[in-house]
């Protein structure tokens, strides 16, 4: 049988290594388009990297990190940097931070349940580099997955699209549209493709299927790909699990 998804629409627009900007947009059930959350943030370094004291200075090696909570079982937590706030309320499963300055380097990123340190991971974040760190797993083995994000200007009539899978339980993943056509094919638990042209100007609905499978695993709602933009597609939840846990599919916008 084939399940509908809900879908998040998130996008993450760069302004400049001082302000960084987030519109949320989520469709429900019934995929009305709600405006969910628009949050502006400026600083030298916002809280991920630094201390409030510190002046990195014009030549100070910096990079980019954003963080995404698909441990499907987890309750809300919080993200830290090097023991910095990450994101100043705690987040639910499917939700997703904006992208925050980081000092480049080996930094270690951790997820707290209340004061409790629930999963730590140790990451380098190159200059100049863009990353989003991924927390998955069930919530009594939670771990980090961190993936470069290689973004760039598309031209004007061009679009792109990775995909993630982050499913738990998942086998190798296919992300097809509706009308049969590969996007991209044979994703594993935990790993990302790389971002893959595809028309743009137009709705499509996409697909998740097992690998050389014909059968759709889940059908997410029509979204319009716009041209000069990059997406990444997330397959999240728990592979054959029900309820709140399901498997599910976001959208993002990265540019």
């Known amino acids: 049988m084939i399940k509908k998804s809900c879908l998040v629409v998130a996008k993450h627009t760069f302004v400049s290594f001082n302000v960084c900007i987030i519109k949320r947009y989520t469709i429900m059930k019934h995929f009305k388009l709600l405006k969910n959350l628009a949050w502006v943030c400026a600083g030298a370094l916002l809280a ?80 100049g580099s863009i990353y989003s760190a991924w927390l998955t797993g069930r919530w009594a083995t939670p771990e980090f997955v961190l993936i470069q994000d290689k973004l760039f200007v598309p031209a004007a009539n061009k679009s792109y699209i990775r995909f993630v899978n982050m499913s738990v339980d998942a086998p190798a993943l296919d992300l097809v549209t509706n009308t049969g056509t590969a996007v991209v094919s044979n994703k594993t638990y935990k790993t990302a493709s790389d971002f893959v042209e595809i028309t743009g100007g137009q709705n499509y609905n996409f697909v998740f299927r097992e690998n050389g499978s014909t059968a759709d695993k889940l059908l997410l709602p029509s979204v319009n790909i716009a041209n000069g933009r990059m997406y990444t597609i997330v397959a999240r939840g728990i592979y054959n699990s029900t309820g709140t846990t399901a498997l599910a599919g976001d959208v993002l916008v990265n540019y």
């Open 48 to 127: 991920a990297g630094c201390g409030k004291g510190d002046d990195p200075g014009p030549n100070t090696p910096i990079a980019n990190i954003a963080v995404y909570h698909v441990s499907p079982d987890a309750p809300k937590i919080q993200f830290k940097l090097d023991g910095n706030v990450m994101n100043p309320d705690s987040m639910a499963f499917g939700t997703y931070s904006y992208y925050l300055n980081a000092y480049a380097g080996t930094r270690e990123i951790s997820a707290y349940q209340r004061e409790i340190k629930k999963a730590t991971s140790s990451v380098i974040l190159q200059e």
